[in-house]
């Protein structure tokens, strides 16, 4: 079974502080991890996926196979950035093809000035 | 191009109430789901589907019917609402054939099951 664990229910830090997610995981199988995020008053929306090793937004996340772990990081907090973001990994579906996430339960990032 | 549209999007029941919530997408994706949203508990899915004609369970489909008639629609069926299911239920699609494509999230319908 595929599993995804957020700890923190919600993390407060300081504008300008760094930022750290973190997601650990359980999957048998090679897996395929991202972040989304929800703004407040926006829809659930892409951010970053493991596979694109790229930096949106200035955050970025490394997929730690050792550790299990794909926690998301930014070295200067915004205001913006004040959100809540899921991790998520996908996996099959018994009926093949397509984009199964598992979503761990979210963590609430609330930046202060 | 409106992407993944949901309707309604509040809804008050009474229990044992039947109701559909409707999910529709214009970017031509053979996959589509529905996951319902929970304080401390994510979104987890209840049912999904890899194109017409084809649907398989989620995690929590219990109380859940859904249908796949058309690529474009994905219509989630309440048979006998109870207040456990009290959501926020949002609608997902994306391509298929690679589990790293992007799921393209609708806007939400909250529910309340009196």
């Known amino acids: 079974a595929q599993r995804v664990t957020q700890p923190e229910k919600l993390l407060s830090v300081f504008k300008g502080a760094p930022v750290e997610l973190k997601c650990n995981y359980s999957?048998?199988?090679?897996?395929?991890l991202f972040w989304y995020v929800q703004y407040s008053r926006q829809r659930l929306q892409l951010l970053l996926r493991h596979i694109s090793r790229e930096s949106i937004k200035g955050f970025t996340a490394d997929l730690n196979k050792g550790e299990t772990s794909f926690h998301l990081k930014k070295p200067f907090a915004q205001e913006e950035d004040s959100a809540m973001y899921y991790c998520a990994l996908s996996g099959w579906g018994l009926t093949g093809g397509g984009n199964k996430l598992t979503f761990g339960t979210g963590t609430q990032l609330k930046v202060e000035l | 191009n409106a992407g993944v549209t949901q309707t309604p999007k509040f809804q008050v029941l009474k229990t044992g109430q039947s109701m559909t919530l409707q999910c529709a997408q214009d970017m031509n994706h053979e996959y589509m789901s529905w996951y319902r949203q929970d304080p401390g508990m994510g979104l987890r899915l209840i049912h999904y589907?890899?194109?017409?004609?084809?649907?398989d369970q989620g995690e929590v489909p219990n109380g859940y019917n859904v249908s796949r008639s058309t690529t474009e629609d994905f219509p989630l069926r309440l048979l006998s609402a109870a207040p456990s299911q009290t959501s926020v239920y949002f609608c997902?699609?994306?391509?298929?054939?690679?589990?790293?494509?992007?799921?393209?999230f609708g806007p939400g319908t909250r529910l309340t099951v009196t």
């Open positions: 589907s890899v194109g017409a004609g084809i649907t």
């Open positions: 999957y048998s199988g090679s897996p395929e």
């Open positions: 997902a699609s994306s391509t298929t054939g690679a589990r790293s494509y992007e799921q393209y």
